[in-house]
């Protein structure tokens, strides 16, 4: 697994970490880092023992606060470059999206513009009662293209989606949790340690209900001409024909914590 000076990796139990460092510009990304992100994350596929994926961003003080602006003037300042950009932005938020592990964005403090969108893209959203979120685009000129925010709209709904960009300002945690836009607000010395016994609870049960039930949100969320309902029943019929299925049933009977593999 490749890791960066900006983009850390490490596994703690059966959840793996993708960690922004860039704690001096609050987290914010270049695309140097939104490439070394999807090649933490191919990593975590591939290994079996990891069975969630939690993102976050070092220094206390920052989730991700969007692009790195001072590197707009090489990575964003003519058509092509803001085209290559977007396309580079758009493969890390869409395989974080449709990454098929659950993945939980643990936000503490800023989370601005890419950083929000990074956390649309994940599963689940807890963060401290310090967060902060916003979307500056409409302060800055910026366009946002269909994919992110059609993410959002499937979270906040369209009348918040529509608040958040025309106001562009920036919302506390509690509002952000009335929107819906996170899971759970928690204090600020509590996040790490309730994050990780979340991902425990999540890491304990049964892998193929989990991968099936994420992929079958996915396909309710598109539009209809284009769900696979085909690769629905075969992800459920899989659950079935499993060996976790006859251990979750033997378990239940004997009273005890069943044990999964995935298998």
């Known amino acids: 697994m490749t890791t960066t000076e900006k983009m850390l990796a490490r596994k703690d139990g059966r959840t793996g970490y993708v960690i922004f460092n860039n704690p001096e510009r609050h ?5 140097e880092m939104w490439d070394a992100t999807r090649r933490i994350l191919d990593g975590y596929e ?41 396309k580079m932005t758009e493969m890390a938020y869409g395989g974080i999206h449709d990454f098929p592990k ?26 401290s009662d310090k967060s902060r979120f916003a979307v500056p685009a409409a302060k800055l000129g910026l366009g946002y293209d269909y994919a992110g925010l059609r993410r959002l709209i499937d979270i906040v709904g369209p009348s ?36 990780k016994t979340y991902a425990d609870t999540i890491a304990d049960n049964a892998p193929l ?17 284009a769900r696979d309902l085909g690769k629905v029943a075969a992800s459920v019929k899989r659950c079935f024909d499993s060996a976790d299925y006859v251990e ?16």
């Open 27 to 31: 987290n914010a990304v270049s695309m």
């Open 46 to 86: 591939k290994d079996g023992d990891v069975r969630v994926v939690v993102l976050t961003g070092a220094g206390g003080k920052a989730f991700v606060s969007g692009a790195d602006i001072s590197k707009f003037g090489a990575e964003r300042a003519t058509p092509e470059a803001v085209a290559a950009y977007n």
């Open 102 to 127: 659950p993945t939980i964005a643990m936000i503490d403090g800023y989370c601005i513009g890419g950083g929000l969108g990074l956390a649309a893209s994940c599963d689940m959203r807890i963060c």
């Open 248 to 263: 979750g049933r033997t378990a239940f009977m004997e009273k005890r914590k069943p044990v999964f593999t995935g298998r």
């Open 160 to 195: 918040f989606a529509k608040e958040i960009f025309f106001t562009a300002r920036q919302f506390d945690a509690e509002e952000a949790h009335t929107m819906g836009l996170v899971n759970r607000v928690v204090p600020a010395v509590e996040l790490a340690n309730y994050v």
């Open 209 to 225: 209900t989990i991968g099936s039930v994420k992929l079958i949100v996915g396909e309710i969320l598109k539009d209809e001409s």
